[in-house]
């Protein structure tokens, strides 16, 4: 492991939550919140997805911090159905925010369910600037409480989605599509399953050219 990322408990409302971190030399750097998949179904902050987002961000110069959600990992408390996750998140980017209160920009990152907690967590904090969704699912969570999406960003999903019916990502991208002042950019990786069992490499690109490209603008 990289010897710049560290481990780090931070309080949370249900008590303490498990965390990586990295922190940037610069104090003006952007900042990014990574979150897991679901708790129930084996998600933790160490998923590959999640630390693939994780080296991205670093390798673009931001402070990153990946979260485990309580009652996974080390964080305490237990499963809570998704308030309780959506709480430890904005918790999370507290503590974030306290300990970059110059960044130069706020991001928020999920993958699969932490996909839909990074949304709702952009819906209530107006200082996110950029958001990336890899693996959404709207067939199984309702996304229609981004009317309208207040940021611009990336969703990211395989076509060989086994989970997830292209339909539902295309009704999903023409509703964001519509919206005035954002733009929301969808990319398909071709072998990708839900998972990104393979096609790895090509999230990991498209990652890296996103968020160059967005984080110069500021």
Sequence with gaps: MDS????????????????????????????????????????????????????????????????????VGKSDGEFDNGQGELADAAAALDWLERENFDNSQCWVAGFSFGSL??????????????????????????????????SSGLIIFGKKDELVPVEHLSELNKRLSAQKGIKVEFESISDANHFFSNGSQALIKSLNKYIKKESSLY
């Design 117 to 150: 907690i990074a949304m709702q967590l952009l819906m209530r904090r107006p200082e996110v600037n950029r958001f990336i969704t890899v693996s959404p699912q709207p067939n199984v969570y309702d996304f229609s409480f981004l009317s309208p999406c207040p």
């Design 4 to 71: 710049k990322i560290v481990e780090i408990f931070i309080p949370g409302p249900a008590g303490r939550l498990e965390t990586k971190y990295y922190k940037s030399k610069k104090n003006t750097s952007p900042i990014a919140l990574l979150l897991h998949p679901h708790p129930q179904y084996g998600g933790t902050m160490n998923n590959k997805v999640v630390v693939d987002i994780f080296h991205a961000f670093m390798d673009n110069g931001f402070s990153v911090c990946r979260m485990n959600f309580r009652g």
